[in-house]
């Protein structure tokens, strides 16, 4: 299962790298998020998919889940959503700004 979840994690690294190249703004913050998503299943999965019981101390559970992982993401999902919401407004305002959505016309350079 980590092999599927670390070429998953992969992926979306590759395809969000692949979107923060391009020239349109509402791709790079597309890429931005897959990027982050990326990050979250990494994180996942470095904490080893492993089945147990909750942390919970009580009689008779010898095989815990370290909560850690999960702690992590939670906190990622909760910045990689404001970033996000952020990225989304400046997109937005620049967009009406400038008339354009395209980061070379954005810059000044008219060829394309």
């Known amino acids: 299962m980590e092999i599927i979840m670390s070429i ?7 395809t969000g790298i692949y979107n923060l190249l391009q020239k349109q703004l509402l791709r790079i913050i597309i ?3 897959l ?3 990326g990050a979250h299943l990494f994180i996942l999965t470095m904490g080893e998919l492993k089945r ?4 919970i ?7 815990y889940v370290d909560p850690l ?3 992590l993401i939670l906190t990622s999902i909760v910045i990689s959503f404001g ?4 990225l989304l407004v400046l997109a937005y305002r620049a967009s009406k700004e400038n008339q354009t959505d395209n980061m ?3 810059r000044g350079n008219e060829y394309e």
Not at 57 to 63: A, I, Q, Y
Not at 83 to 86: D, R, Y
């Open 83 to 86: 970033v996000t919401s952020l």
């Open 104 to 106: 070379d016309k954005m």
């Open 8 to 14: 998953l994690a992969g992926t979306l690294f590759g």
């Open 31 to 33: 890429g931005t998020v």
């Open 35 to 37: 990027i982050s998503n």
């Open 52 to 55: 147990g019981q909750p942390p």
């Open 69 to 71: 992982p999960q702690a």
């Open 57 to 63: 101390l009580r009689e008779g559970v010898t095989d």
